[in-house]
């Protein structure tokens, strides 16, 4: 059903002609009549009867004038709901890993229940490939991801990233290890080559980081144990069941050492992402927005306490 000939309905209803209506809206009777005799057909039955020399709405035709005020009135709101300029309303849904939720979005929720009280935000924890697959059965609008330098996710053209930050990784080993001869990537990971590796239980970008640097140090990681959280993690390499890549800047469990990795760098990149055609709707922008604005504020935060060390 057209809006458009939901609307010469109405104004058929309220001016009684469709020479006026022709004239109201600037096209001609003949087009009226047409557009009003393809509605009818659409609803499978008579909307207009003749009247003399004129017509009128049929009992059918006067109650579907009545609605089609509803649904006029509610296609205008959906307008100015979903103008790139509107006030933001509305639900939005987000998929992301814990990290980023944890840190960035729940802050921005807490500020949008002052700001913008409208805006509802579902939240639902998950690894990259999990919301991405979301994303791509629209069963969420915005997926918070990641990737490593190490190991750069696969680009997909109906999607738009937008770049958050960047956060540098490190090396996770006993703290009764061996003080870590030399100071690169590939001579800490050849220290630790005897050792079981601890890989990430839901996504497979660090084991391909790990297998990476460890093939370039010249052996094969022996990966044996998964976890998905980073506690688990740091708890596993205190009890002695192997090393694995943590965040620097982590508070390390007592047990736990932090072996910095560079020349090369590891580091995690987040991202934004959104389905393109999408990334305009206000709620969507404004909490990419937020969380982008968060995200600099940290850094900036982080490059002013360095300075000052």
Known sequence: METRRLQLLVELSRLGSMRAVAD????????????????????????????GRRVRLTPAGRR????????????????????????????????GFAT??????LPVVTHLAVSHPRVHV???????SEALGLLAD?????ALTYDYN?????????????????????LGVPASADAVPGTTALEVFARF???????NSRNTADETVIRTLASMAGFAPRVTHQADNLDLVQGMIAAGLGVGLLPVGTVTFPGVRLCPLT??????????????GRVDWPPLALVTGLILQRAANRERALRTRRGTE
């Open 24 to 51: 109201v809206l600037g096209t001609t009777t003949s087009t009226v009549s047409q557009q009003i005799a393809s509605l009818a057909a659409e609803m499978g039955t008579a909307l207009i009867e003749p009247h």
């Open 64 to 95: 579907l004038a009545e609605h089609a005020v509803t649904i006029l009135a509610a296609v205008e709101v959906a307008h100015h709901d979903l103008a790139p300029g509107a006030e933001p309303s509305g639900t939005l849904r987000v998929a």
């Open 100 to 105: 980023a939720v944890r840190s960035y979005l």
């Open 122 to 128: 579902l939240i639902r924890e998950h690894e990259p």
């Open 138 to 142: 629209d069963d969420t609008d915005l």
């Open 150 to 170: 190490l190991a750069p996710a696969a680009g997909d053209p109906t999607v738009l990233a937008t770049a958050l930050w960047t956060a540098a990784w490190g």
């Open 193 to 199: 080559r005897t050792h079981d590796w601890i890989v």
């Open 263 to 276: 020349s090369p760098d590891v580091e995690l990149r987040a991202y934004a992402v959104a389905r393109r």
